[in-house]
Every structure is written in C-alpha cells, then in structure tokens.
C-alpha cells in the first residue's frame, strides 16, 4: 500500500524539513505536530495555549489544512512516513485509515484517563471511532441532520404539532402544499445531494451492506420502504425534482416561503439566524427528524481525535487530546465554531447551549445518530445513492431498480474489499 501511494512522498518530505527549520534549537520542548482541517483548523489556535500552559514540557505544531485537500494529502503522509502524530479525521475517513494499519489503538489510554467518560459521549459519535471492537477515534465534534421549518407556515396550514413519524410529517406536508398552492413546495430534497436519502436510509432496521460490508443490502425491503417515501415525496409534489444550483439562495427562498422544510445540518443556525429577514426571525426553528414509526435516527458526522501509529510522541498526543476532550474545551470549540459537543455533560453544563432552541432538536437527535457503514469505500458508494436516487425520482428507474442498481453498483466498487477479506492471514495457533 505504501508504495501504491508513493508518489506523493517528495513533497511531504520537503513539508516536513521546511517546517524543521523554522524551530527555535533553544526551545527543548517535546513537539506533538497537529494536523486540523477547516476553520476548526484556524480556531483551535486559541485553544492550544492553555495546554501548552498545562504541559510546559510539550509545543504544539499546528498545520492548517483546507478540506478539499486534506485526504491526499493524509495518504502521501503515510506513503512517505511522514504523518503527524495527531489528526481529526473526519468520521467517515476512519476505517480506511485503520484498514491501511496507520491507526493506534486507544483503548487503553482511554480506560487509564480520569474523567474520560465512554458513556458520557452519544453513541452513535463514539461508534464512529470503533472498528472491529477496538476504538481507534475519540469525537472531537458532532454534527447530524434535521428539518428546519417555518413554523408560521405549519400554523397556517392547520399543523397544530409537529410531525413524530412518516405519516405525520407526509400530512402536515399535505397541509403546507394545499395552503400555499402550485407554485410552493413543502421540503427542499436537492437531488444533488445524498445526505438526505441517507438520513432517511439508516431509519431502517435493516443495513446498508450486508456480510461484514462486502456487498450491499439496498434490496433489503427496509431500503426499499425508504424509496417508496422519498419517491412519494416528488410524485405528490411536495418537493421538486430540482438541485440547489437552481436555487439562487436556499435561505432567502426558505424565508420566501417556497419550502416550509429543509433537512440541514447544525452550521446553518447561524446561517439563518444572519440571513432571514428581521421580521422572520422568530417564523423558523428546527425539529427531530421523523422516522418510520417514531421519532428517527440519522448519521453522525463530525471529526473524532486520531493518534497515528508510527508517532514517537503517542504519551503527549493523546495529553492533547484528552485536553481538548474535555467539556470544557468542548464547549470552548462550540463557542468558537458553533460545532456541536459529542459529550452529553457540556450540554448541560452550559446555559446558553441548554437553553439555544435551535440546538435543542439537534441535542435530541443526537440521541439516535448512528455511525455510517465503516468501510474505507462508503463516500464513493453515498455518491452513486445521489445518483440513483435523482434517476428514481425523475423516473428513470422503479424502486426495484434503483434498489438493485444501487446493489450493482456498491458491489463493484467493494469488489476489492471483498479480495482483502477473503485472503486476510489467519492469526497463527497459539
């Protein structure tokens, strides 16, 4: 595998003289090198000298990455041996970064650290970090989907509660459609988006891939419920078969009134809190997502705390990370970013979180996110589910032929993996 991505090994060499040569030789500290993608990248700056502070003995050599280049560059770091010692990874990175034998365990350090509470973490984010029963991760933030929604619009339109499952939630987009007329729709489901047939997706009892994530499951009948909904949702006109670049701008189309719901993620409460017109400001909030039969799950997302295997410094990489693990810190990065906690303890700890009503949907969803498939080939399978499910609601495929096209397709792409399994080497007889 080294050698398969070898190419890329020069230009991590050269990063890491260039960064040799700008530390001070007087400065003896231990040095713990950081990698943080995004604009957490940039805030978490302002976190690090509290824990220099705490630990005079180590100094922390960030390195901001864009997201758009990080996962290349993360592989040419392990091709070369030059992968820092700490890396939030986004979540759905983790089990190809496990599966290459570039991940320390962290089980141990873990159970050894005083305040570091498995249970205290949603589930589903801590999951995201466990491969095989070992946890490899820790969640640094989370982040989940649910509707946003015009609560002046429901009221019009005769909603008098919110939506708990399919039915309800199909009703109430009944009621919107017949009250705002023809040219309105009910839900925006951008058909160059995946993520909201996922969500909806993973409410089902039955999985994704089937047989230890060797093939897909989409002609499960769970998934196929999900179809038939997400299909209904088009035919009855309660979402267009459009994708956002024929938007001109998803919140002042929200605040015209041109969908009463939007599935989003938490970074757009400050979106729309700086967006919606003045008078609109308290017409929106957001509610847990509905499922089947009941209130549903959904995916958790977010970045989780890795320490790289080859690492000299594993002892002051998981002190960092237990740093910024705490709630304290947790509720820092919230403040800071507007990032969600994956630790229950800081939602209760702070007033401002506990009582932000537009948070709270996402505090109780959060209670239900669950991890998506942990194969190294996931993002690619989530983008051929965009693919198919726009054919399906454009007509070009029946539910039965997306769902086995969808297979096909999944199948292909995990031929590889399947190879890996079949010949993995057994572990010799004690």
């Given at each position: ?39 957490e ?39 070369g041996?030059?992968?820092?010692d ?27 650290t005083?305040?570091?509470a ?9 999951d995201?970090?466990?491969?095989d ?8 933030y ?12 429901l ?5 008098a ?22 040219d ?9 988006e995946?993520?909201?047939?996922l969500?909806?997706?993973v ?11 060797r093939y897909?499951?989409?002609?499960s ?10 299909l ?6 309660y ?13 002042d ?18 979106e ?18 509905p ?45 800071l ?25 996402f ?31 454009n ?8 769902a086995?096209?969808l297979?096909?397709?999944a199948?292909?792409?995990?031929t ?15």
């Open positions: 595998m080294r050698a398969w991505l070898a190419c890329g090994v020069a230009g991590a060499a050269i990063a890491v003289l260039l960064a040799a040569c700008q530390r001070d030789p007087a400065d003896s500290r231990e040095v713990v090198r950081f990698w943080a993608m995004g604009y990248g940039e805030v978490v700056a302002k976190m690090l000298p509290e824990f220099e502070r705490r630990n005079p003995g180590i100094r922390v050599d960030l390195q901001q990455l864009p997201w758009t280049a990080a996962h290349e560059k993360l592989l040419t770091a392990f091709a041996d030059a992968l820092p700490v890396v939030p990874l986004g979540n759905t990175w983790i089990a190809e970064f496990a599966a290459l034998g570039a991940l320390e365990p962290l089980d141990t350090r873990i159970a050894a005083p305040g570091f498995r249970e205290d973490f949603f589930a589903g984010a801590w995201s970090g466990v491969i029963g070992q946890a490899y991760a820790v969640p640094w989370v982040e989940t989907r649910v509707p946003y929604y015009r609560k002046d619009l009221a019009k339109a005769g909603v509660s919110l939506p708990q499952d399919w039915p309800q939630w199909k009703a109430a987009m009944a009621a919107i459609k017949h009250q705002a007329g023809p309105q729709a009910a839900i925006l489901l951008p058909l160059n995946f993520e909201p047939l969500n909806l997706a409410q089902q009892a039955d999985p994704l891939l089937r047989d230890d994530g897909g499951n989409f002609r009948a769970g998934f196929k419920r999900t179809l038939t909904f997400y209904e949702l088009f035919d009855l006109g979402a267009p078969r459009i994708d956002n670049t024929r938007i001109s701008n998803v919140w189309e929200f605040g015209k009134g041109t969908f009463s719901f939007y599935i989003s993620g938490p970074w757009n409460i400050a729309f809190k700086k967006r919606m017109p003045e008078d609109l400001r308290d017409a929106w909030t957001t509610m847990p997502l499922g089947p039969n009941g209130p549903g799950a959904s995916i958790a997302g977010g970045t989780s705390f890795v320490v790289f295997k080859e690492s000299q410094r594993k002892d002051a990489a998981w002190k960092l990370i237990a740093f910024l693990s705490e709630p304290e810190q947790q509720l820092r990065l919230h403040e970013t507007g990032d969600l906690p994956p630790r229950r303890s800081p939602w209760t700890a702070s007033k401002t979180l506990a009582n932000d009503p537009y948070a709270a949907a505090r109780d969803q959060l209670e239900r996110a669950v991890p998506a498939p942990k194969v190294p080939e996931w993002e690619r399978i989530a983008q051929e589910m965009r693919i198919v499910g726009e054919q399906l609601a007509h070009k495929v029946s539910v039965d032929e997306a086995a096209e297979d096909r397709r199948d292909a792409i995990l590889k993996r399947r190879w890996m399994l079949d010949h993995k080497p057994t572990a010799p007889a004690q």
